[in-house]
């Protein structure tokens, strides 16, 4: 159902938050500071996303319910 979509979709934000978050710690982000931060900014708005959907504040699409 519509929930079940929400659940992977935050399991898949939360994934794609973790490989971005891996990718700048392994690589130590000194390299290219602008590229290493942008993965981060995406990596927190991906895990606000991930709560979102799991408190029921927005659907898969990332719009309100």
């Known amino acids: 159902g519509v929930r079940d979509g929400g659940v992977r979709r935050g399991g898949r934000l939360l994934d794609d938050a973790d490989h971005n978050i ?8 000194v390299h290219n500071v602008t590229y ?28 309100a319910p």
């Open 22 to 29: 891996r990718l700048v710690k392994l690589g130590h982000g």
């Open 36 to 63: 290493a931060t942008a993965l981060l900014n995406v990596a927190i708005d991906n895990a606000k996303r991930a709560i979102d959907l799991a408190a029921g504040r927005a659907t898969a699409a990332g719009k």
